[in-house]
């Protein structure tokens, strides 16, 4: 099946600094999607990408959808510590509602 | 709060048993989905059912069963459990389906659900 393999796997930063991640796939997909997740919590949308080339903000968080539509990246700017979390990213596989997720990136922020 | 909720929040039970998990989706919603998240399968997703009907199938065990009911809350029934199926479930909801051009309708994930097979 479709698999979607995201770098790094976790992040050691500094508060202030800016972070980049990002999210490869073997096979094409229409939409990638980043989330946040929170310990204790479920994933929670971030960023939605839904064309070729796209570049979208939520604040400051700012994801590309790659040309090749196999690639994404997510780019956080001056971190805070609220930032900290694990980051998925995830794309429909085999269907527009199933949802396949990366591996996740745990980012930690030291203050 | 996503306005996506589950019961129990955690869950403590043998090998062998059967649990019961339960999510109530946001007022309006009528898809619901289940996944497992695991240390190292990550997040799978299991199954979709919109407006009482199964709609998409993933990686779910046979031993593994789900339904939505009439008034939109979901059940999955986990059964002779496993140490390896102690993981994190959650549940999400969406409006729709999906549009036709496949279009993605955001999902909303509940808290989850702590399942943990001694």
């Known amino acids: 099946g479709q698999q979607l393999n995201q770098s790094p796997q976790s992040m050691f930063i500094q508060e202030g600094e800016d972070v980049s991640m990002n999210c490869t796939s073997s096979?094409?997909?229409?939409?990638w999607l980043w989330y946040k997740q929170d310990p204790g919590e479920g994933p929670v949308l971030l960023i939605a990408?839904?064309?070729?080339?796209e570049l979208t903000s939520n604040g400051r968080l700012t994801a590309q959808f790659g040309i090749t539509r196999k690639d994404s990246f997510l780019n956080i700017s001056a971190s805070i510590p609220s930032d900290v979390g694990i980051y998925f990213c995830?794309?429909?596989?085999?269907?527009?509602?199933?949802?396949?997720f990366g591996q996740g990136t745990r980012l930690t922020i030291n203050p | 709060d996503s306005g996506v909720t589950q019961t129990p929040k955690h869950l403590i039970t043998a090998t062998g048993q059967r649990v019961t998990l339960r999510c109530s989706p946001r007022?309006?919603?009528?898809?619901v989905y289940w996944y497992q998240q695991s240390l190292d399968q990550g997040l799978q997703f299991l199954i979709q059912?919109?407006?009482?009907?199964?709609?998409a199938k993933g990686n779910i065990l046979e031993r593994f069963s789900a339904q939505q009911f009439p008034d939109l809350h979901s059940e999955l029934n986990l059964s002779s459990l496993e140490l390896g199926d102690s993981a994190l479930y959650f549940c999400?909801?969406?409006?729709?389906?999906?549009?036709?051009?496949?279009?993605?309708?955001?999902?909303?994930f509940g808290p989850g659900t702590r399942l943990t097979v001694l």
């Open positions: 999400a909801s969406s409006v729709g389906i999906g549009t036709s051009g496949g279009g993605y309708n955001e999902q909303f």
């Open positions: 096979s094409i997909f229409n939409t």
């Open positions: 990408l839904y064309k070729a080339g």
């Open positions: 995830a794309g429909p596989g085999g269907g527009a509602q199933k949802l396949v």
């Open positions: 007022s309006g919603d009528l898809s």
């Open positions: 059912y919109y407006n009482g009907e199964e709609r």
